[in-house]
């Protein structure tokens, strides 16, 4: 089963940046889709990003026009860069082989995820 690890998280300020990866060991994501996800404290987990294997991108509304999903040349790696952020953005967030949340659930494709805290 293809393993995704997160990582890049920390504490920022308003206004900062942060670049997350979610790497693939033993495997290449050309052909998966991979979506990023976040869980808030008390809050339901929420689809953020998901760069298909097309191509094509999509962009929770939250985040649209401050993150940027990407895939590295090797195609081991995405990338989710993370602009203006704001208190709201803290969570922890979760990559996975899916766009969708109830999928990645389903299947059992969580990982640790990697803790995001935007707090000045």
């Known amino acids: 089963q293809l393993k995704l690890v997160e990582s890049g998280g920390g504490l920022v300020q308003p206004g900062g940046s942060l670049r997350l990866s979610c790497l693939a060991s033993?495997?290449?994501?050309?052909?998966?889709?991979i979506g990023w996800f976040r869980q808030a404290p008390g809050k339901e987990r929420e689809d953020i990003s998901c760069?298909?294997?097309?191509?094509?991108?999509t962009y929770a509304d939250a985040v649209q026009g401050r993150f940027t999903i990407s895939r590295d040349a090797a195609e081991t790696s995405v990338y989710l860069q993370m602009n203006s952020l704001k208190p709201e953005d803290t969570a922890i967030y979760y990559c996975?082989?899916?766009?969708?949340?109830?999928?990645?659930?389903?299947?059992?494709?969580w990982g640790q995820g990697t803790q995001v805290t935007v707090s000045s």
């Open positions: 996975a082989p899916t766009c969708s949340a109830h999928v990645a659930t389903m299947y059992g494709y």
């Open positions: 033993k495997f290449t994501l050309d052909y998966y889709a």
């Open positions: 760069i298909r294997a097309s191509g094509n991108i």
